[in-house]
């Protein structure tokens, strides 16, 4: 059983930077593709991005591109989400997911992951 808890989100202004993590435990992830994924009051989980097992490939959703970087420290048994230039609409809680069929293949289909974390809150404030 794997279990991910996700850290590093909180409160900042529009155009700030924050770094997410989700470190894995339990066993490792480093053979299972990664996901974010994104809740905002009201609306529905979304994709945000993912990464191979690799880290060699990765997908982002089209409204982070350019401003998120996923990566994976596999040593470290942890996923990261680099978010940078952020707007208000990416308040969200965001979750880290891992898929345990897939080490080179992404998918944006959150039913294709079978582990989540708990997910941590991002404020972005006007």
């Known amino acids: 059983q794997v279990h991910l808890t996700e850290s590093g989100g909180g409160l900042v202004q529009a155009g700030g930077s924050l770094r997410l993590s989700c470190a894995a435990s339990?066993?490792?992830?480093?053979?299972?593709?990664m996901g974010w994924f994104r809740q905002a009051p009201g609306k529905e989980r979304e994709f945000v991005a993912a990464?191979?097992?690799?880290?060699?490939?990765?997908d982002y959703e089209d409204f982070v591109k350019g401003r998120f970087t996923v990566s994976r420290d596999n040593a470290k048994n942890t996923v990261y989400l680099q978010m940078n230039s952020l707007k208000p609409e990416d308040t969200a809680v965001y979750y880290c997911?891992?898929?345990?069929?897939?080490?080179?293949?992404?998918?944006?289909?959150?039913?294709?992951?079978?582990?989540w974390g708990q997910g941590t809150q991002v404020t972005v404030s006007s």
């Open positions: 997911a891992a898929d345990r069929n897939s080490g080179s293949y992404l998918t944006s289909w959150e039913h294709e992951y079978d582990f």
């Open positions: 339990g066993q490792t992830v480093g053979n299972y593709a």
């Open positions: 990464v191979t097992a690799s880290g060699d490939n990765t």
